[in-house]
């Protein structure tokens, strides 16, 4: 079992910038892809970024391509999404997921996931 739990949501003005964490217990991610996925009010859950084990291959959604990084720190079993030039369109519940193997953007796919982490953007 893989326990998940993000942290550094919070409220930002348009323009500003928020790093989330995601950090693991329970067991290694190093073996695991890692995915970050948003949910807007009253929207499904969408991919938003992911990483593979190795932490070589990042795969975003375009709409935050240029603004958004994830990356990994297999040695503190710890995830991040570092999102600057945030905009209003960016709020909502941030998770971040594991998985076994490689990157996937379908969140059903995942094993694990965090209980999310709030990120609300104002204009």
């Known amino acids: 079992q893989v326990q998940l739990e993000e942290a550094g949501g919070g409220l930002v003005q348009a323009g500003g910038s928020l790093r989330l964490s995601c950090a693991a217990s329970?067991?290694?991610?190093?073996?695991?892809?890692m995915g970050w996925f948003r949910q807007p009010p009253g929207k499904e859950r969408e991919f938003v970024a992911g990483?593979?084990?190795?932490?070589?291959?990042?795969y975003y959604v375009g709409s935050v391509k240029g603004r958004f990084t994830i990356s990994r720190d297999n040695a503190k079993n710890t995830v991040y999404l570092q999102m600057n030039i945030l905009k209003p369109e960016d709020t909502a519940v941030y998770y971040c997921?594991?998985?076994?193997?490689?990157?996937?953007?379908?969140?059903?796919?995942?094993?694990?996931w965090g209980q999310g982490t709030q990120v609300t953007v104002s204009s």
């Open positions: 997921a594991a998985r076994r193997l490689r990157v996937t953007t379908t969140p059903a796919d995942y094993d694990y």
């Open positions: 329970g067991r290694t991610i190093e073996n695991y892809a």
């Open positions: 990483i593979s084990t190795s932490g070589n291959d990042l």
